[in-house]
């Protein structure tokens, strides 16, 4: 007999575990999320974690400060711990015309609501003692910005998900879409097919693959980081903000001693 779910969402990184547990709570009943490896081990366990309002047009700032919220209120919602540390984004900037931009970027985030604000070099040198400002004209700074640990955030999601009914199949792959008359109706699984009007596809980088199973062609092309990881050390505090140089990318953040 072929299973069947209402939803069936394809990875449990924090998007899959995020929207099950959204469709649970608005009432879908059946729904069925299906890892091909653990939940939480894909891209969502290497992120750095950081959540931030400073964006540029109106929409993503509305996205960022709604999702602040989420994050201020996780703990208490779902009972989950998530070292959520509102240390503040400091923004570094060596260019003149950067600068512009960010500060057209503050002034459209302080209509909205945001607290960020323009920092002076010597402000700068305050909120982190601990950078080079031979080259640096100055910087953006909020101090509602911060960074979770996304593990433990995805797991809050999965637990209040499992609690409103939801389903995870773990170590299990989805191997195929099934299509008819221009309409998805279910998946394919090693153990079996699951048939469903309505396939979520929350793949992360391999989405695109995903969707080739569809016969979709998606847009969307992984592109490698790199991250370094310290052990524990005593030369930086742990009050610093994730502190970034807008040129080049760089960025870095103090986090369970190191
Ligand atoms: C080094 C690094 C730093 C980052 N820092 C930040 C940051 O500071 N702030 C921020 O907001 N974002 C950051 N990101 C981005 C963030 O990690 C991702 O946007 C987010 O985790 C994506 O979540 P996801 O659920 O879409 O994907 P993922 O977490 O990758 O989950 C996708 C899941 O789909 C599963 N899957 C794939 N194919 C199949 C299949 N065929 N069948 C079943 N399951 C399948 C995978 O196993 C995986 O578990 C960072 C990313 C990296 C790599």
Redesign the pocket.
């Known amino acids: 007999m072929t299973a069947t779910a209402e939803v069936v969402i394809?990875?449990?990184?924090?998007?899959?575990?995020a929207i099950a547990y959204s469709l649970a709570e608005r009432g879908l009943s059946d729904i069925v999320v299906?890892?091909?490896?653990?939940?939480?081990?894909?891209?969502?366990?290497?992120?750095?974690?950081?959540?931030?309002q400073q964006f540029s047009t109106e929409t993503n700032i509305h996205l960022a400060t709604a999702s602040v919220r989420v994050w201020e209120t996780f703990a208490e919602r779902f009972d989950a711990e998530i070292g959520l540390r509102q240390q503040g984004y400091l923004f570094l900037l060596d260019d003149e015309a950067e600068a512009d931009t960010f500060r057209s970027n503050v002034a459209l985030q302080r209509t909205l609501g945001v607290p960020s604000r323009w920092v002076e070099p010597d402000e700068i040198a305050t909120l982190n003692p601990y950078v080079r400002l031979d080259d640096v004209v100055g910087g953006t700074y909020c101090p509602e910005d911060g960074?979770v640990d996304?593990y433990q955030a995805?797991m809050g999601y999965a637990r209040a998900a499992r609690r409103l009914g939801v389903t995870f199949r773990e170590d299990?792959?989805?191997?195929g879409i099934t299509v008819e008359d221009g309409r998805v109706t279910g998946v394919g699984t090693p153990g079996g097919p699951i048939s469903s009007p309505l396939v979520i596809l929350?793949?992360?980088?391999?989405?695109r693959?995903?969707a080739a199973?569809a016969g979709i062609d998606l847009p969307i092309s992984p592109s490698r980081?790199?991250?370094f990881v310290t052990e524990p050390f005593d030369g930086l505090p742990p009050t610093l903000p994730?502190t970034i140089e807008f040129s080049t990318g760089l960025y870095f953040h103090p986090e369970s001693g190191g």
């Not at 990875?11 to 899959?16: D, K, L, S, V, Y």
């Not at 091909?36 to 290497?46: L, Q």
């Not at 299990?172 to 191997?175: E, F, G, N, R």
């Open positions: 394809v990875g449990a990184g924090i998007m899959g575990c299906i890892e091909r490896d653990a939940i939480a081990r894909g891209a969502t366990a290497d992120a750095a974690g950081g959540i931030r960074w996304t995805t299990t792959a989805v191997t929350c793949a992360g980088p391999y989405t693959q995903v199973m980081r790199m991250s994730m």
